[in-house]
Every structure is written in C-alpha cells, then in structure tokens.
C-alpha cells in the first residue's frame, strides 16, 4: 500500500505501513511514541531531578505503563532503573494511603477519595500527543483520492475512526469514508453473530474461517490494535 499512497512526508510512510498491516494507524503511532518515551525515561530520566518531580505530581504511571516500564527495563537491564521509579512511586503512594488511613469520617473518606485517584500517567499523555498529531495528519491526507480509497478501507478501530470524522470538516470525501468503515464494521458484526451461532456442538462443522477470525478483528475494532 505505501507505494500507492503519495508519501510527502516521513510520517506519512509510517501511516501507508501500518494500513498496509492491518493495523490501526492511530492506536499504533500512539503505543509505538509511549514505548520510545518508556524508553528515553529508563535511558535518560531516571535520576533527572525535573522528570521526578513532574513523576511525584502525576503520582505514577497507570498500570499498563507500569508493566511496560518493568518489562522494559528487564529487556535491556537488571530492573534496577524500574526499583529506583516504582519506590518514588510508592513513597507518594503510601503517603497518600497512610493519611487516608489516620482519619475517620467524611475527612477520612476524601483521604480515601483522593488516594484512589488515577495516576496522571505521563506515558500516556506523551501517547495521546502522537494519538492528536496522527489523527491530524490522517485528516489532511484524506483531501488525497487515494488516501481517502485506503482510509475507507483501513483498519481502523471504532474509537479512532469517531475521534478522525470529529477531527475534520463535514465533507462528502468524510461521509463516503464513514459510510464504509461502518459497512464494514457491521459486516464484522454479522460474522461474529454467525460465529457464535455455529459454535454449538451440533453446528461446529459450519463455521468458517472468516468467522474464525472475526473475534480478533472484533477485539481490534473495538480495542484498537497493540504490538
């Protein structure tokens, strides 16, 4: 597929890729930028005075991003990088905890409240700036004919392909991609619904392979796609 899409520029060859892998786009630019920042933190932040505080205001990574943090750092070392985050982690953490603990009543329970509070992952939010600029982009190549052939016919999961149609100005070439996509989103339904119902015993000799396969297509509709 990339060498049908006209390529202006580097990224854009990216974005042919991952459609031509059926993968999509959006949700990959945004794990492929959070991996490369899980990366630099290990290499590069671990001890960096600005980025460990920015860390104890966010209070953590949320938990996928804490998996990643370890798994990254056991793939290229000891670990030893992830102890010294996870412990300034849990030294917020069990202040939080412990304060919550010390308390009773309606005090006590905002304590509670704000412990349990969500991490303001900075993974994540290093993520959803790649998520914005490849939705972005992803728009503007759409005003090409044969991006917006390959765009109608892509991968891409239900949340992404809401989140591209409000990103851009109402127009005909949306509308066609649009009705497309849920073309084929509701064919991928049909084929689940088919699934299910050949998967009783006395109907297994009746499925298909493209029936087979619905389920994993179905998790990446509505999931989105992850390497």
């Not at 960096?48 to 750092?73: I, M, Q, S, Y």
């Not at 304590?111 to 982009?137: K, L, N």
């Not at 390959?150 to 005909?172: F, K, T, Y």
Request: proline fraction near 3%.
């Amino acid at each position: 597929m990339t060498a049908e899409l006209p390529i202006r520029e580097i990224g854009d060859a990216r974005l042919a890729d991952e459609l031509a892998a059926d993968l999509c786009p959006v949700c990959t630019e945004r794990d492929r930028a959070a991996a490369r920042f899980v990366e630099s933190i290990l290499f590069e932040r671990v001890t960096d005075r600005g980025f460990r505080a920015e860390l104890d205001a966010a209070r953590g990574f949320c938990p996928k991003h804490t998996w990643n943090v370890l798994a990254a750092d056991r793939a290229s070392g000891s670990g030893a990088g992830a102890a010294i985050l996870f412990a300034a982690i849990a030294r917020v953490r069990l202040a939080e905890a412990q304060a919550a603990f010390s308390e009773r009543g309606r005090s006590g329970a905002r304590r509670v409240a704000a412990a349990r509070r969500a991490a303001t992952c900075p993974v994540c939010e290093h993520g959803s700036g790649a998520e914005a600029s490849a939705i972005a982009r992803l728009v503007a190549l759409s005003a090409d004919d044969a991006w917006a052939q390959a765009l109608g016919d892509a991968p891409l999961c239900l949340d992404h392909l809401l989140a591209i149609v409000a990103a851009g100005e109402p127009s005909a070439t949306w509308q066609r991609i649009g009705e497309r996509q849920l073309r084929r989103a509701d064919e991928l339904r049909r084929r689940l619904e088919s699934f299910a119902h050949h998967s009783s015993h006395d109907r297994r000799h009746l499925l298909t392979d493209e029936e087979r396969a619905s389920v994993e297509e179905g998790a990446k509709l509505l999931g989105g796609s992850e390497r």
